[in-house]
C-alpha cells in the first residue's frame, strides 16, 4: 500500500509558476504508474496528465499541453507537477493517484483521465489562481 501526499500548492497570480509534488510513502512509487488530477468547485474531477513507471510516457489534458511538465524521482519517491503560466480556470484542488503496475499511461488513449483506473489518492493540495 502506497500514501500520497501533495504539497506545493497556493495562492499564485495569473502567468506565474508552481511545482507541485506528490511524496510516497510506505511504497516505492517505481512500481506504480502516477496521474494528476484536478477539481474545481462544482466541477467534476478531470485528469490532466500522467507519467508512466518508466517516465519514458507523459500524457496532458488539451487544457494544459505546452504549460504543465509532469516528472518523477523514483529515488526521492516523488513525483512532480510543474505548473506555469497559470490562468484563474487552473484554480482547483490538485491530486496526485498511483496505479500499481506498468499498464496505465502507456498510450494515447486517455485511460489515465479516469479516476477509477488508479488504487490510491493524496489528500490534494490549492490552486488558487488570482489577481
Known amino acids: 500500500q502506497v500514501h500520497l501526499v501533495e504539497s506545493g500548492g497556493g495562492l499564485v497570480q495569473p502567468g506565474t509558476s508552481l511545482r507541485l509534488s506528490c511524496a510516497a510513502s510506505g511504497s516505492t512509487l517505481a512500481y506504480y504508474a502516477i496521474g494528476w488530477f484536478r477539481q474545481a468547485p462544482g466541477k467534476e474531477r478531470e485528469g490532466v496528465s500522467c507519467?508512466?513507471?518508466?517516465?519514458?510516457?507523459?500524457y496532458y489534458a488539451d487544457s494544459v499541453k505546452g504549460r504543465f511538465i509532469i516528472s518523477r524521482d523514483n529515488v526521492k519517491n516523488t513525483v512532480y507537477l510543474q505548473v506555469n503560466s497559470l490562468k484563474p480556470e487552473d484554480t482547483a484542488v490538485y491530486y496526485c493517484a498511483a496505479r500499481f503496475g506498468p499498464v496505465l499511461c502507456t498510450s494515447a488513449d486517455g485511460r489515465y483521465t479516469n479516476p477509477d483506473e488508479y488504487d490510491y489518492w493524496g489528500q490534494g493540495t490549492q490552486v488558487t489562481v488570482s489577481s
Open positions: 507519467i508512466s513507471i518508466d517516465a519514458g510516457r507523459t
